[in-house]
Each structure stands twice: as C-alpha cells, then as structure tokens.
C-alpha cells in the first residue's frame, strides 16, 4: 500500500457510515477511487454505489467497461441515462458547454445518489490546475466532492494509487468526451458523434502503438494528433488511414505536425 492510497482511505474512511457514492466514468482516477471504495468495504462494509452516465457524449463501450470493473471489484452499480444533447449550449458547442453538460449531469447523479452522505467523482489535482475547465464549477455548485484533488493528487499520482489498489484501468488513456473533438460552434448531432467515434477507433486499430491519440474533426476534414514520436509511424501508414477514414465522410485527412495535444481547441 502506498502512501498516497493509505490518504485516500483515511480520508474516506470517516464518510462510510453515511453511505458513499461515486461519479463513474471506468477512466483511471474513479477506478482508483473505486478502487478504494472496494478496498474500506473489505475492511467494514458500508453502503456504496458507483454511478455512470450513459450520454450521446461518450463512447457507446464505456458504460460496459465500466459495469464490468465495478463487478470485478464488487462495487454496486448503476446505469444513469442523460441527453446533454438536449441543453442548447451543449448542441451548439458553445464555450460554455462543458459547465452546462457538468451541471446536468451531476444533478442527474445527485437525485440517484439520493439517501447517500456523500458523491465523489474522480477530479484530480492537475485538472484543478488547468486553465480551461468550466465543468469544476458545477462541482463546486453542487456540493461534489473531489477527495483526489482535495489530497493534491494529480494524475500520475492517482495512476500509481490505482495500481495500489489493483485496477485495472489504472492505465488507461485519458477519453474525454466527443464534443471535444470538434471545434467550438459546430453543431454537435448523434450521427457527427458517432462518425469521430468510428474514426478513433480505426485509428487506434492501425496505431495501436500511439498511447494517447484524437481525431478532430473539421466537417469533411479529419485532423490526427498522436504524439509527436509517433508521426513517422503514422506516414509510413498512410494509405491505411485514408482508406480508414475517407469512408467515414472525411474527404480530406491531415496529419497535424505539432503533435497530440489534449483540449487543443482550447489554445
């Protein structure tokens, strides 16, 4: 056990009595705190439940990861059901989106953790840091409390507490939602959605070597970041891509020369 995971613990520890709920998404920094969540119940069981929105937003497998680890290490689970979609600023892809689509959300979970003392999500200490994040304020607006971020873990830290406690998912690439992939003002539908969801996975199909990898998609135009050691190989698999990718709708593909950068529709 590692000292940052015996933190995450004791910090958790004096909620138990109340009863535990957590925002989970299945990424690495709720799994480390389900993880956590699992470990306290085998010390003294307490009533918990980890909780994951199922949104037009996110990958159609991520609800099944999820459900499948919560299993695995006997957490409770629920599926919540919501369309961001249906809020105008989310539609439009305005700036403010990610405030709007938070604040829905975790409204949603509130009313499902009903009964329980405590939610949690999984917002660490470099997400606290980053320029950009309107989302933390409807965190903050609703009582959500982020114990990872609170003990100023950031995200290698909570990597290594996730190993502590054998998830894993502990290194799993970080996978924001979709809306991310296009820029601000383009209209955000289901059939847009699912086409740079498809393009991802061709994508991380053909390079499976590139960690952390996007698709950004600018209408008939698919831009890929992989990172920077990573671009050789991308080139030498051109022809590949394309035939990937030009099905999809994309009549042009480019390769962008300055790397995988995450939110860079944000610079």
Known sequence: ?????TRLLA???????GGVALAFSGGADSAALLGALAALRRESPFRCLALTLRTPLQRRGEGEEAR???MRLGVPWRDVPADPLALPEVAANAP?????????MM???RAEAEGFALLIDGTNADDR???????LRA???LGIRSPLAELGLGKAAVRAVGRAFGVPAAGRPATPCLATRFPYGTRLDEAALRRVEAGEDALRGLLPEA???????HAGLARIEVPAEMLPLALERREALLAALRPLGYRHVALDLAGFRSGSFDA
């Open 129 to 135: 840091r980053a320029a950009n994040r309107p989302g």
């Open 96 to 104: 403010g989106r990610c405030y709007a689509c938070k604040r829905l």
């Open 11 to 17: 910090w958790l520890r004096p909620h138990a009595a």
């Open 211 to 217: 960690r952390d990898l996007r698709l950004r998609d």
């Open 139 to 141: 965190l903050d607006e």
């Open 68 to 70: 499948a680890l919560a």
């Open 107 to 109: 409204d949603r979970l």
């Open 1 to 5: 056990m590692t000292e940052d995971a």
